[in-house]
């Protein structure tokens, strides 16, 4: 396993420039341009994502993703994200020691994200809200 220490890390303001600045970063999920956008992924328990979460975001919590990793693509970056950037620390090294190479540890979370007046949502999800893209 990598040490969480040692895994990428970007910033909440870098992570919301790649989220934006990419052609049909804005696309539906399973479209041609949903492909072309980075995939942030939050690792927080579905109590946690109900209560905030960043626009966009899809949720794998770090308890399911030993099960769940492989659902993750490989082919477009992951931008993981948590509270604080610890428990995306661990699954940024998780994927990296297996075999994803384009995964990036988003310090200071949600917590920071919010803080950096980036967009977030409350309450629980709508209907699909936070699905992985099919």
Known sequence: ?????????IDVLEAGRRLADVPGAHGAPGTADAGLSPLLV??????????VRAEGAV?????????????LPQDRSL????????????ATAYLLANGWTDVVNVAGGTLAWE??????????PAPGEGDLPG
């Open 79 to 90: 931008l993981m994200i948590c509270r604080s950037g610890a428990r995306s620390g661990q």
């Open 115 to 124: 803080l950096a007046g980036l967009p977030v949502r409350r309450g629980e």
């Open 1 to 9: 396993m990598i040490d969480p220490s040692r895994v990428p890390v």
């Open 59 to 71: 949720l794998v919590p770090l308890s399911t993703l030993m099960l769940r990793y492989r659902e």
């Open 42 to 51: 939050d690792v927080r328990e579905p109590n946690e994502f109900a209560e």
